[in-house]
């Protein structure tokens, strides 16, 4: 080879070779962004034992979409496949619960935090966060009595614009921007109409229409349920029908898999709430 040829392949091979390891350490330090820990305590959780309290812990896990997320027996499934974004796993919740004790259980579903400290992309634990003890005990209650299932899923894959977004710390996980120590509504005491209400749609509806409820994405502020009688909300939550019968796609869908599980007395107060609920503070 001449001389000056000789050169220039060398330094194309220098310059693939700086652009490699540049890349590797961009890499590296996205994957260290999401193996962030988050230092939220352990506290102890009361787990109920007697059947009564397993299937309410049943409907509170369908209510709240712990059942849908994770698949409907809870064995797990692809939640997001884009391929240049990631591939998420929802785990197999009847396998991965065996590694857990109670607390540690507990701080997930409230706090959005794994057992080993960093937090679980997509896990909307800013409203979980306002379960009541008692509550919080029947749904671990029937997360441990639900049969443990064999499925088995490709690990969880976090592509080439999940680790740009993570470099420019654009990707919020529920463990990293929620108030770890803010007042707990379920523990308010308040067994009213309206404070039921107030307390379902903490848990429950903040997960698509935003913790204020006032939207997010697709989903609107839901002030918007001024408009509904309350037999025309009644049908929209048991029945996924909308007041003026357009297809609301997603709400209906949740409704009919999930909020059909609401009581007479849950729906009402929920209503109550979201007529009353003032339009600028939160929940
Ligand atoms: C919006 C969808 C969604 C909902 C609702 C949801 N999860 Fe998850 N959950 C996920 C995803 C996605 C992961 C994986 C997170 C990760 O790997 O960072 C996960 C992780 C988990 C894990 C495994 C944690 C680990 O160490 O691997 C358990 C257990 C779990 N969820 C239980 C629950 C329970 C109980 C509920 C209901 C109170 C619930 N989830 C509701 C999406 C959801
Ligand atoms: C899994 C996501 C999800 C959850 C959880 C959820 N919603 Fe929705 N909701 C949506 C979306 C998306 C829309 C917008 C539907 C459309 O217009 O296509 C919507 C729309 C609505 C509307 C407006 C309907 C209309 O006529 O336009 C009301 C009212 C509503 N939701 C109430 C609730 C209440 C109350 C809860 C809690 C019990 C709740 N939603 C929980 C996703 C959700």
New binding site residues.
Partial sequence: MRPYLLGLALGLALLAGAGATTWWMLDQRALARAATTYDVPLEPVDIPTDDASRAEGERLAWLH?CHGCHADSLQGKVFVEEPRVMRLVAPNVTQAIRAYSDPELARLIRHGVKRNGTAAFAMPSGGFYHLSDTDLGRLIAHLRAAPVRGDTWPPTELRILTKVALLRDEVPTDAGTMDHAAPRIGASGDTSLVGLGRY??ST??T???GITLRGQ????A?V??L??TLPQ?TA??LDGR???G??????GT?ARR??RR?TPREVEG?WHY?RAMPLTSSP
Avoid: K, S, V, W
Avoid at 217 to 220: E, Q, R, V, W
């Fill in positions: 979409g379902r749609a429950i509806c997960e698509c229409h994405d697709n989903a609107p839901l918007q349920a408009g509904y909300f929209l939550l909308a007041r003026d357009r297809d609301i796609g997603l709400m949740t999930r909020f609401l929920l979201l």
